[in-house]
């Protein structure tokens, strides 16, 4: 069965390549069905490979599977592998899963579509390059799928090419990751130099070795790699991109901004986990930036009035707190925020284009109002999701969101944990306050709202699938302080990703900040039961506000409002980070652009080089062309003589 | 007894000849005739060498040669006639459309 | 002095000789004859060195045959009486290359004096003629080894002159 694994990538690349070459020729079924049955295949085998990964004892878990040579250079030797542990697995299966379920979505949603075929096309591409990240057994191999992911996300971020506004937010996406990725490439080469290999599983086994616990290598090597991870996931300051590419398909939005592609970057902190245990000061800026990019977009989040965007906003801040989770060495809970936020963000994203679809492309949450009856379905499941983000039990978001808060605090990150508290209590607020303007109160626009119509079943199954998992996926991840209580229901997402963190708990407790001993301690448990408690309290106080602000009483909200204008007018413009950036980055390097192209370009080189350089040879070869006379007899004159001259030597020599 | 190396010696000599027709003269009839008198130089040596190794393959290598200069003859004169049809003249000094 | 050293000087001079006509010669149709006259100087030369079957291909084919073409072409284009401003190049290209040439003379000649490694002797000829007699030059030596050793070069011959034929149709033909 493992042995099958490389099909998983493969069989997305096989329906890339079908699509993309004969789908101007297939009928819009068969596009749809190649691109949903390709991933639908590999999300079958990979619950294969997960049962066969389940049927070994546990610390085997851990195989990898030899593709072929990649590289071969000198004493350089590098295979291309993929590394089929729980993690990986893990990672597939969301992947897989959560990949399947939307491009059956996209079946109903892109039926219109004039460009069917490509859209399939590149979402199978993004699908088997995103595989290739998680399954790679090696950062040049997993690069290989990080690069593949941002030029699909390129493509498909702008893949209503022919409006200018998508095509630049693409180049945005593509241009700011770059600046992450040139940083991930630094850290691989720093890996190579310290350690010589770039194979996971030697990197992992050399490091505590190679590198000095909390020295500089370590350090610089995680810290580089964090960056790479900040310009996938938009963590602070790398963000920008994320709400511009709302601007392409949503269920684009859904898969590849929202479940996928964005976790990459915890993914790649998770699965270095240990060089960032050697790196504790690294590890301890992963925490901050994911702490303060959790409230800061949260903030922002508060005032978006697109659909997409207070969406866009909200998965900055959840993927804030998955890197608060790793960066306070809480792997499992950041994987797990990871997995549970894939399904409830997969769900309003994919709601949220069942609105837009039937409000005929209308994004503006002000316009709309009043859906629920016209869409039962979808405000319902959306419902599921808000509660889900919001962190009510016992639904997917709360626990593993606890899980994250708790082990802030359990790792002595009280501030972080203060930070990622009132986060989620913005995080319900804005949740709320998205639900009651789309699904309650009053049409705003009567007559968009007359024609609304609920979207067909192939759209609203995978609403309804998703929402089943947003309700259901927390339980995997039950906490021990309220698994034992509840009859023994043991944590199954710790113990499948135990093998993969072991080593990392023997490191963890070399450096004195041993989680496990803390939480055995009776008090803690007490403290574990309050910090719930309160969790659970914020996100109510916050439910509550938006039901008063929003449904109750909208005229309270203008009086509260009128207050904090300037306020709202720094959240609305992002907290000027766009026009910062457009002050520092962009208008320097038009400047440089205008100077090199008018100065260096015009004067120095067309006036100045190409006039002297091409002078001169003209000059010269009008003298050297005086020896081509185009007389045979000169030519085999010049022949001769320089045969006689040849053989002269030769001979006298 | 005539040495080996009077042939070759009197080999040489017409080869230059031959050579020298070619490099001077500016008719293209004359510098075939040139260029045959350089390949039956060439001959003279290889007949002699087959005297003095024994090796027959040099007279073989004649007869090749004659078979090829028949060839040559055929192909360039044809050349020659073209050329003559387009320029009225075999004067190869006119013929000088790769000057520079 | 023997027979074969006096035949091999009288017509080594004349071979030269007359191979300096043809070069010099300001009418096409002397210079054809005078290179006629040098081609059966060739073939006597090839006599004394016991090669007559060449030699007899040598006034067959060569002299009677390449070179009758050769005059068909003269007279077809009428050049019989040389062209005018034919004559010889200007002086540095002819001092060049008569420079050069001597050189050439010089070192060749330089080149050969060392050449007579073995005086020829009937045992290092190794052709075997049907009689059982060794020889060289005998045409049922030369046939043998065109027929045995280069027959594929022989009959590969035969092509080159069907496409040395065809290009010389082509190459002539008027122009439409």
């Known amino acids: 069965m493992l042995r099958l694994a490389p099909l998983v990538p493969l069989l997305p690349l096989l329906g890339f390549l079908l699509n993309g070459l004969f789908g101007r020729r297939l009928s819009r079924g068969s596009i749809a069905a190649i691109g949903a049955g390709s991933v639908g295949l590999a999300f079958a085998l990979t619950i294969g490979l997960f049962a066969a990964l389940l049927a070994l004892p546990a610390h085997d878990r851990s195989v990898e599977v030899d593709l072929f040579t990649w590289?071969?250079?000198?004493?350089?030797?590098?295979?291309?592998?993929?590394?089929?542990?729980?993690?990986?697995?893990?990672?597939?299966?969301?992947?897989?899963?959560?990949?399947?379920?939307?491009?059956?979505?996209?079946?109903?949603?892109?039926?219109?579509?004039?460009?069917?075929?490509?859209?399939?096309?590149?979402?199978?591409?993004?699908?088997?390059?995103?595989?290739?990240?998680?399954?790679?057994?090696?950062?040049p191999l997993l690069f290989v799928g990080w690069e593949g992911v941002g030029l699909c996300s390129y493509l498909l971020i702008g893949f209503w090419y022919t409006e200018k506004i998508n095509a630049d937010a693409g180049k945005k996406a593509f241009i700011v990751n770059r600046v992450g990725d040139f940083a991930f490439l630094l850290g691989m080469f720093l890996i190579f130099r310290e350690l010589g290999t770039l194979e996971f599983?030697?990197?992992?086994?050399?490091?505590?070795?190679?590198?000095?616990?909390?020295?500089?290598?370590?350090f610089w090597i995680a810290l580089l790699l964090f960056v790479g991870a900040t310009g996938k996931s938009a963590q602070l300051p790398l963000h920008i991109w994320l709400p511009d590419a709302m601007q392409g398909p949503t269920p684009v939005s859904a898969l590849i901004h929202a479940a996928t592609m964005v976790t990459a970057g915890v993914y790649v902190v998770v699965r270095s986990h240990v060089l960032y245990l050697l790196a504790p000061?690294?590890?301890?800026?992963?925490?901050?930036?994911?702490?303060?990019?959790?409230?800061?977009?949260?903030?922002?989040?508060?005032?978006?009035?697109?659909?997409k965007r207070v969406l866009a906003w909200s998965t900055i801040s959840q993927l804030g707190y998955m890197f608060l989770g790793v960066g306070v060495a809480a792997f499992t809970a950041g994987i797990f925020h990871l997995v549970t936020h894939a399904f409830f963000k997969a769900l309003l994203f994919l709601g949220a284009g069942s609105v837009i679809h039937a409000m005929h492309h209308e994004q503006d949450l002000r316009r709309m109002g009043g859906l629920r009856s016209k869409l039962p379905v979808t405000s319902l499941t959306m419902l599921i999701g808000a509660l889900a983000i919001a962190g009510i039990p016992p639904l997917a978001g709360f626990f593993s969101k606890d899980e994250i808060l708790w082990s802030a605090w359990a790792g002595g990150r009280q501030a972080l944990w203060?930070?990622?508290?009132?986060?989620?209590?913005?995080t319900a607020f804005y949740m709320f306050r998205l639900v009651y303007l789309a699904f309650y109160g009053t049409p705003r626009d009567a007559e968009a709202h007359h024609h609304a119509h609920e979207s067909p079943p192939v759209m609203t199954l995978p609403l309804v699938v998703l929402a089943v998992l947003s309700v259901v996926g927390g339980w995997i991840g039950i906490p021990h302080a309220l698994g034992e209580p509840l009859g023994h229901v043991p944590n199954l997402l710790e113990h499948w990703l135990e093998p993969v963190f072991e080593d990392a708990e023997v490191l963890?407790?070399?450096?004195?900040?041993?989680?496990?001993?803390?939480?055995?301690?009776?008090?803690?448990?007490?403290?574990?039961?309050?910090?719930?408690?309160?969790?659970?309290?914020?996100?109510?106080?916050?439910?509550?506000?938006?039901?008063?602000?929003?449904?109750?009483?909208?005229?309270?909200?203008?009086?509260?409002?009128?207050?904090?204008?300037?306020?709202?007018?720094?959240?609305?413009?992002?907290?000027?980070?766009?026009?910062?950036?457009?002050?520092?980055?962009v208008m320097p390097y038009l400047a440089l652009s205008a100077f090199l192209w008018r100065v260096v370009d015009v004067v120095l080189i067309d006036g100045f080089v190409v006039r002297v350089v091409g002078g001169a040879v003209t000059w010269y070869s009008r003298i050297v062309s005086r020896l081509q006379t185009g007389l045979v007899q000169n030519y085999a004159t010049a022949v001769f003589v320089g045969a006689v001259v040849m053989l002269g030597w030769f001979l006298l020599r | 007894?005539?040495?080996?190396?009077?042939?070759?010696?009197?080999?040489?000599?017409?080869f230059t000849i031959g050579v020298l027709g070619v490099l001077t003269r500016r008719n293209a009839i004359?510098?075939?005739?040139?260029?045959?008198?350089?390949?039956?130089?060439?001959?003279?040596?290889?007949v002699a060498l087959t005297r003095a190794t024994g090796n027959l393959d040099g007279q073989v290598t004649v007869f090749f040669v004659i078979t090829v200069a028949a060839a040559e003859a055929a192909v360039g004169l044809a050349i020659v006639v073209a050329m003559f049809r387009r320029r009225e003249t075999v004067d190869i000094g006119r013929f000088d459309v790769l000057r520079g | 002095m023997d027979g074969t050293q006096v035949a091999f000087y009288l017509l080594a001079g004349l071979a030269v000789a007359t191979s300096v006509l043809v070069v010099t010669g300001r009418n096409p149709v002397a210079s054809l004859l005078f290179l006629v006259l040098s081609f059966f100087c060739l073939a006597g030369l090839f006599v004394t060195l016991e090669a007559h079957f060449l030699a007899a291909i040598q006034i067959l084919?060569?002299?009677?045959?390449?070179?009758?073409?050769?005059?068909?072409?003269?007279?077809?284009?009428?050049?019989?009486?040389?062209?005018?401003?034919?004559?010889?190049?200007?002086?540095?290209?002819?001092?060049?290359?008569?420079?050069?040439?001597?050189?050439?003379?010089?070192?060749?000649?330089?080149?050969?004096?060392?050449?007579?490694?073995?005086?020829?002797?009937?045992?290092?000829?190794?052709a075997v003629d049907l009689a059982g007699q060794a020889t060289v030059g005998s045409t049922e030596a030369i046939g043998t080894a065109l027929f045995r050793d280069f027959l594929l070069p022989f009959e590969v011959t035969s092509l080159l002159l069907l496409v040395a034929m065809v290009g010389a149709v082509v190459l002539a033909k008027r122009e439409r």
Do not use: C
């Open chain 1, 508 to 585: 963890r407790a070399g450096a004195g900040e041993g989680m496990a001993e803390r939480m055995a301690e009776a008090g803690e448990l007490a403290m574990e039961y309050g910090l719930m408690a309160a969790s659970i309290m914020i996100a109510l106080l916050g439910i509550g506000l938006a039901t008063l602000l929003y449904l109750r009483d909208p005229g309270r909200r203008e009086r509260l409002t009128a207050g904090l204008a300037p306020l709202r007018h720094v959240l609305e413009r992002k907290y000027y980070v766009d026009e910062i950036y457009h002050a520092v980055v």
């Open chain 2, 1 to 14: 007894m005539v040495p080996l190396s009077h042939y070759l010696a009197l080999s040489a000599v017409l």
């Open chain 1, 418 to 426: 203060a930070i990622g508290f009132i986060a989620a209590g913005l």
């Open chain 2, 30 to 46: 004359l510098v075939f005739l040139s260029i045959e008198i350089m390949l039956n130089a060439v001959n003279l040596s290889l």
């Open chain 1, 281 to 307: 000061d690294a590890l301890l800026i992963v925490a901050v930036v994911g702490a303060a990019t959790a409230i800061f977009a949260a903030s922002i989040g508060l005032v978006q009035t697109d659909i």
């Open chain 1, 201 to 218: 599983t030697p990197v992992f086994e050399a490091a505590p070795r190679a590198l000095e616990a909390g020295g500089a290598a370590a």
């Open chain 1, 71 to 139: 590289m071969s250079a000198g004493d350089f030797r590098l295979d291309a592998g993929l590394l089929l542990d729980p993690l990986s697995v893990t990672m597939a299966l969301v992947v897989t899963g959560v990949g399947f379920l939307i491009h059956v979505y996209s079946a109903g949603y892109m039926r219109e579509d004039p460009g069917l075929w490509r859209f399939f096309a590149y979402l199978n591409l993004f699908t088997f390059a995103m595989l290739v990240l998680v399954l790679a057994d090696s950062y």
């Open chain 3, 61 to 126: 084919v060569y002299a009677g045959a390449i070179l009758v073409l050769f005059l068909f072409v003269i007279m077809l284009l009428n050049l019989g009486q040389g062209e005018p401003g034919l004559g010889l190049p200007s002086v540095p290209v002819l001092a060049l290359s008569a420079l050069s040439g001597l050189a050439f003379v010089a070192l060749l000649v330089f080149t050969v004096r060392e050449a007579d490694i073995a005086p020829i002797t009937p045992a290092r000829i190794e």
